[in-house]
């Protein structure tokens, strides 16, 4: 029985198709597994990582775990996509080499976006697509059946990735952007810093309304609330490498251990004691 294969029973991933307007707008946010996004509607304003850019209708974007991103947030306008969320902790117990999937599935990659519109991608839309509509009808993810086309999905993914290469399709960036950009990049920089909008005003020689209002306008979410969010991630990364909570709180310039505790605990649900327990390597005590 030593060569036997066992799949958890929990649920594998979350699959949905929309067309509509959202009657919120969709925060930046992170998922601890990957995220594959089939938008057939443009998105003038996407923020993934350390990018806001504009992204055509019919692209594929795979987005990793723990990669702040927001795909749309305007209310009024009406979005057609496809959204599969995929359990990390299930993926990551049901397969045995999860390095076969591609890079952009796993932690610590960049996001990766496929133009679906190419002449060279026209056939795997359709199998994509076809494969998105099986999983949504399929009311029994964990079937032998509905196992069997979640895997078979994903390789056509794997499959077109590798053909792609670093084919990535070219995605207009206005001048306006490119200034945001800057200010993320900047961030991520000096994330494990004290950062003050003052700072960054005095670094890049603007305004610091000016800024704060450009990066709302673009980024759609406060300055200060992405520096939380932000922070918050990397935090995530350091517990899952086994730091203890405090070193963390230290390390990313919170004066106060009691105000990093209560925003880990609104970003992710739970406090960070918990997360590093469930989601560290090491199990050593803080």
């Given at each position: 029985m030593?060569?036997?294969?066992?799949?958890?029973?929990?649920?594998?991933?979350?699959?949905?198709?929309?067309?509509?307007?959202?009657?919120?707008?969709?925060?930046?946010?992170?998922?601890?597994?990957?995220?594959?996004?089939i938008t057939l509607t443009a998105l003038p304003d996407v923020l993934l990582g350390d990018q806001v850019f504009a992204v055509p209708a019919d692209t594929m974007i795979i987005i990793p775990p723990f990669c702040v991103h927001q795909l749309f947030h305007e209310t009024g306008i009406v979005y057609e996509r496809y959204v599969l969320n995929i359990r990390d902790s299930w993926l990551k117990s049901a397969l045995f080499d999860p390095s076969q999937?591609?890079?952009?599935?796993?932690?610590?990659?960049?996001?990766l976006l496929i133009d679906l519109s190419s002449p060279k991608s026209k056939s795997f839309k359709k199998k994509l697509t076809d494969y998105f509509r099986q999983l949504i009808m399929l009311s029994n993810t964990t079937s032998p059946h509905g196992l069997s086309v979640f895997f078979e999905m994903l390789a056509i993914i794997t499959d077109h990735v590798q053909k792609l290469g670093n084919a990535y399709h070219a995605l207009p960036v206005s001048a306006p952007?490119?200034?945001?950009?800057?200010?993320?990049?900047?961030?991520?920089?000096?994330?494990?810093?004290?950062?003050?909008?003052?700072?960054?005003?005095?670094?890049?020689?603007?305004?610091?309304?000016?800024?704060?209002r450009l990066f709302k306008k673009h980024a759609h979410v406060s300055l200060g609330?992405?520096?939380?969010?932000?922070?918050?991630?990397?935090?995530?990364?350091?517990?899952r490498e086994g730091h203890s909570v405090a070193s963390v709180a230290e390390e990313l310039g919170y004066s106060s251990y009691a105000y990093f505790f209560k925003s880990f605990q609104k970003i992710t649900g739970i406090s960070p004691s918990r997360y590093r327990s469930q989601y560290s390597a090491y199990h050593s005590s803080d």
């Open positions: 030593e060569n036997a294969l066992f799949f958890p029973i929990d649920i594998p991933y979350d699959i949905v198709y929309r067309n509509n307007s959202p009657e919120y707008p969709v925060g930046p946010h992170a998922h601890n597994g990957a995220e594959i996004y999937l591609p890079p952009c599935l796993l932690p610590d990659n960049q996001p952007q490119k200034k945001v950009n800057g200010i993320i990049s900047y961030i991520q920089e000096h994330i494990r810093e004290e950062i003050h909008i003052s700072d960054l005003a005095g670094h890049f020689y603007l305004n610091p309304d000016y800024l704060a609330h992405y520096l939380t969010l932000q922070k918050i991630t990397t935090a995530q990364e350091l517990l």
